[in-house]
């Protein structure tokens, strides 16, 4: 299985500064099509995951442009410009490459 | 607009059976594969397995392999989790979410004597 490893595991951070997040995969996620599966999803407290962002850097529909996502073959970041109240939430990569899809362990966003 | 509309909490007893259901509506019911994903409290995501709701093929986690199963009624645009032999450390909110990634409300399961 790939194993998806995000750091921080935390990140305080204040509100209209940015935040980065980072996400490393144990092996390439270049599928044999040429795409690449990874993706972001956000999970407020007491809400279920919502997708964000899908093959690395797609902006799903009705996320802010202050989300962003880049990366390539292991190495992967998700970027949010200027972090708002809303934002506060944990945060999970996801690839869809190779079966078992398989999530990091999450990164907490939250106000200092 | 696309909803996932999943069924109610449940509680049961160990060996017992659940099952949980999630009602697609705003897009086609065949068109997109069909995930099930689990979330322990507290605990990240783990997931289950897909199913086809057009063929109805599957392919379940290593983990799931024998006691999951994914079942559709594309009459009702309805797709079915069935998980069996429940023990304690089945106690979760169980996801279902499409391959184009719409995510249902969850449904959170207690297993408890």
């Known amino acids: 299985d790939i194993v998806m490893t995000q750091t921080p595991l935390s990140s305080p951070v204040t509100l209209g500064q940015p935040a980065s997040i980072s996400c490393r995969s144990s092996q390439s996620l270049v599928h044999s099509d040429g795409n690449t599966y990874l993706s972001w999803l956000q999970q407020r407290p007491g809400q279920p995951p919502r997708l964000l962002i899908y093959?690395?850097?797609n902006r799903f529909s009705g996320v802010p442009d202050r989300f962003s996502g880049s990366g390539a073959g292991t190495d992967f970041t998700l970027k949010i410009s200027r972090v708002e109240a809303e934002d506060v939430g944990v945060y999970y990569c996801m690839q869809a490459t190779q079966f078992p899809l398989t999530f990091g362990g999450g990164t907490k966003v939250e106000i200092k | 607009q696309v909803q996932l509309v999943q069924s109610g909490a449940e509680v049961k007893k160990p060996g017992a059976s659940v099952k949980v259901s999630c009602k697609a509506s705003?897009?086609?019911?065949?068109?997109?594969?069909m995930h099930w994903v689990r979330q322990a409290p507290g605990q990240g995501l783990e997931w289950m397995g897909w199913?086809?709701?057009?063929?109805?093929?599957?392919n379940y986690a290593q983990k799931f392999q024998g006691w999951v199963t994914m079942t559709r009624d594309t009459s009702i645009s309805t797709a079915y989790m069935e998980l069996s032999r429940l023990r304690s450390d089945d106690t979760a909110v169980y996801y279902c979410?499409?391959?184009?990634?719409?995510w249902g409300q969850g449904t959170l399961v207690t297993v408890s004597s």
């Open positions: 705003g897009y086609t019911f065949t068109g997109y594969y």
């Open positions: 093959k690395i850097s």
């Open positions: 979410a499409t391959t184009h990634g719409y």
């Open positions: 199913i086809n709701p057009n063929s109805g093929g599957t």
